[in-house]
């Protein structure tokens, strides 16, 4: 039976991918900062673990929990909308701590294991923000562009101990707690000269033309994990995969 570990599980996308890899048979330790066994009732062959991906100890204790592991998916994260020029720094590295430098030292964590089996998967979820330029998400789509040519070059440097590195970008998905998980950090980012601008993007935001779903990038992950082909992306949900598409080759 095969193990993947799974980060940010508390909700949405996190969520939806330990569910989905656990109902294809797979064993999974679902992780999250704040263990809740509540959210997987009735599943033998999962575990969850306390894991604070911006915290060294907090990612070596639980790779040692976890045991073997042959998929990693860094799906953690955390969001940020507002005017760049009203961004605190000490804002930005946070989200970069999380979304950039957690991925990184997860899959730092990993793959020691990996090479030396010769064989493991890493996921690495970014976002749609990469695909196409979006206003008030500068840092935020930094953070995440980062994590698409740190990917784009790890799989090549893996290649080699046939260990395989995929993406996933997930589309808008109104269903998760994006906004609501961001809330205080996002506080007073979007001061009166930006206000029309905002306006306009929630404006958007609420009457969109397509999203993404849970299920969506859940499907994806599951597809990026099992796939020994070349392809290095998978965009998830339709909005994301309309973006990819309209990309410039």
């Not at 979006?134 to 080699?160: C, D, Q, R, W």
């Amino acid at each position: 039976m095969k193990t993947a570990l799974i980060t940010g599980c508390s909700s949405g996308y996190g969520l939806a991918t330990a569910r989905h890899f656990h109902a294809q048979g797979w064993r999974v330790v679902a992780t999250m900062r704040t263990p809740r066994d509540d959210l997987f009732p009735d599943a033998p062959n999962l575990r969850v673990l306390p894991l604070d991906v911006t915290q060294p100890d907090s990612i070596a204790a639980a790779i040692e929990n976890a045991g073997p592991i042959d998929v990693l998916v860094n799906n953690a994260g955390v969001g940020l909308f507002g005017a760049f020029e009203a961004t605190p720094m000490a804002t930005v590295r946070e989200v970069f701590e999380t979304n950039t430098f957690g991925m990184m030292a997860m899959a730092q964590a990993v793959l020691p294991q990996f090479r030396a089996r010769r064989s493991g998967v890493l996921v690495n979820v970014t976002s749609s923000v990469t695909l196409a330029p979006m206003p008030l998400v500068a840092a935020y789509t930094a953070s995440k562009t980062a994590i698409e040519g740190f990917t784009a070059s790890l799989a090549f440097e893996l290649a080699a101990f046939n260990v395989r590195v995929k993406l996933v970008e997930p589309g808008y998905g109104p269903g998760t707690r994006f906004t609501e998980n961001g809330a205080q950090r996002m506080q007073g980012l979007i001061p009166p000269d930006y206000a029309p601008l905002a306006q306009g993007v929630f404006a958007a935001l609420g009457n969109p033309t397509a999203v993404t779903t849970a299920a969506d990038v859940a499907e994806a992950v599951w597809r990026a994990a099992n796939d020994t082909g070349a392809t290095l992306r998978y965009p998830a949900g339709a909005d994301a995969v309309a973006l990819a598409a309209a990309r410039p080759a």
